[in-house]
């Protein structure tokens, strides 16, 4: 069983708040992934992190800001929560190299009325 | 820009019925994974393929990755309500060592009691 963990679960606020959705592994992976997720539809990869003090924009453009100061921690910010931001933010880690299995969190669903 | 074309987007079924879900690509991956999805939760793997050819079973899931590793299928033989779920299939990079999956689009499959 993988040990990443998400917080909150759910969270609904109202627009122009600041928020910060919390990624954690205890697994000592070094590689980190936000993505982001329609109900039912593909996974769109947002942020990546190699390694502590690392961070990359990903494939989609998003208006959310990550930073990894200790390897186990990976959050994601939004300074401005939009109506637009509503979907699921799901954090993956994995160790060492491409091709290997990416370990996923239970996700955050984000509602922005 | 590597794409994943997953098919069919979505399969309703009933109990004890076989079934073929397609991913398909005009980029060669150095593997190819797949992941089942269950609502309010990540993705987790159900298996990898890394050899063109290569067929991989699990218990009434059958995984191949095509000759030319641009593509992959995945049989279930006499579908279980319990298979209900998101697949996804999703390719490594072989090119680089980010550890980044292309996601396809996901087949949301329904079994019928």
């Known amino acids: 069983e993988a040990d990443i963990y998400q917080t909150p679960r759910y969270l609904v606020i109202g627009t122009g708040k600041k928020i910060t959705l919390e990624c954690s592994q205890t697994m000592g992976h070094d590689k980190m992934y936000w993505y982001q997720q329609d109900p039912g539809m593909e996974l769109h990869l947002i942020h990546y992190?190699?390694?502590?003090?690392?961070?990359e924009k990903g494939d989609l453009s998003s208006e959310s800001t990550v930073s990894r100061i200790r390897t186990e921690h990976f959050p994601l910010t939004l300074e401005s929560a939009r109506p637009s931001h509503t979907s699921q933010y799901l954090c993956a880690s994995i160790r060492g190299g491409g091709g290997g299995e990416q370990f996923f969190g239970p996700g955050t669903r984000l509602t922005v009325l | 820009t590597q794409l994943l074309e997953q098919s069919p987007q979505f399969l309703s079924i009933q109990e004890g019925e076989n079934l073929t879900v397609y991913c398909n690509s005009s980029?060669?991956?150095?593997?190819l994974q797949w992941y089942r999805q269950e609502p309010g939760e990540g993705p987790v793997l159900l298996v990898t393929?890394?050899?063109?050819?290569e067929v991989k079973k699990l218990k009434r899931l059958t995984f191949q990755f095509g000759d030319a590793r641009k593509d992959s299928s995945l049989h279930i033989t006499a579908a279980q309500p319990g298979d209900t779920g998101l697949y996804l299939c999703a390719g490594a990079d072989s090119a680089s060592n980010t550890g980044k999956l292309i996601f396809g689009q996901g087949t949301t499959l329904q079994v019928k009691p």
């Open positions: 393929v890394v050899t063109g050819g």
């Open positions: 980029s060669v991956f150095s593997s």
């Open positions: 992190s190699y390694g502590v003090n690392s961070t």
